[in-house]
T-cell receptor
Framework: GAVVSQHPSRVICKSGTSVKIECRSLDFQATTMFWYRQFPKQSLMLMATSNEGSKATYEQGVEKDKFLINHASLTLSTLTVTSAHPEDSSFYIC????????????FGPGTRLTVT | EDQVTQSPEALRLQEGESSSLNCSYTVSGLRGLFWYRQDPGKGPEFLFTLYSAGEEKEKERLKATLTKKESFLHITAPKPEDSATYLCAVQASAGTALIFGKGTTLSVSS
């Protein structure tokens, strides 16, 4: 149980275009989902927290107009990187927290974004 | 300030050589401490949750323990397939996001 999927697993796009990444909790409902970014050989960096049906909360230094997050249902959150630039190239990982009091988070497999 | 520190940064073991990874934390009210395993190019895989001092959990060759200031991940007789980065994270009562340590990269050679 507690499986989280991400799509796509890899994407290459041209500078200036937008890319959407989907995160789904497959076998549980997630009232809260998180988006992380990870650079090579570094730990996870939280970008934003999204709660179903409300606006995402962005961490300091993360541009909310560039990284658009939508959490339309209890099983789906999307991250759209708008007007992507090479410096946005990174590994993006989502996680979903099981509804309830456990605070356990389950992570997706990640999306490798390369902007050329 | 809430903080999580993992040590060592890297650990090399021979197959069968048991050892421990450390996670020290400073948080304002611990709601839970989590251990994850991350393989290169993949998302973290959930291993354990610990909620209170004295709690222990085991899974195959791994055993996690918790005190009021730190947690240990003990690896007994490791195998090469245990090679990965192990991440520790805490859930503080004040916020909703996990606070991660930088991880310990474990390499087990046969």
């Amino acid at each position: 149980g507690a499986v989280v999927s991400q799509h796509p697993s890899r994407v290459i796009c041209k500078s200036g275009t937008s890319v959407k990444i989907e995160c789904r909790s497959l076998d549980f409902q997630a009232t809260t989902m998180f988006w992380y970014r990870q650079f090579p050989k570094q730990s996870l960096m939280l970008m934003a927290t999204s709660n179903e049906g409300s606006k995402a909360t962005y961490e300091q230094g993360v541009e909310k107009d560039k990284f658009l997050i939508n959490h339309a249902s209890l099983t789906l959150s999307t991250l759209t990187v708008t007007s992507a630039h090479p410096e946005d190239s990174s590994f993006y990982i989502c996680s979903a927290r099981v509804a309830g009091d456990s605070y356990e988070q389950y992570f997706g497999p990640g999306t490798r974004l390369t902007v050329t | 300030e809430d903080q999580v520190t993992q040590s060592p940064e890297a650990l090399r073991l021979q197959e069968g050589e048991s050892s421990s990874l450390n996670c020290s934390y400073t948080v304002s009210g611990l709601r839970g401490l989590f251990w994850y395993r991350q393989d290169p190019g993949k998302g973290p895989e959930f291993l354990f949750t610990l909620y209170s001092a004295g709690e222990e959990k085991e899974k195959e060759r791994l055993k996690a323990t918790l005190t009021k200031k730190e947690s240990f991940l003990h690896i007994t007789a490791p195998k090469p397939e245990d090679s990965a980065t192990y991440l520790c994270a805490v859930q503080a009562s004040a916020g909703t996001a996990l606070i991660f340590g930088k991880g310990t990269t474990l390499s087990v050679s046969s």
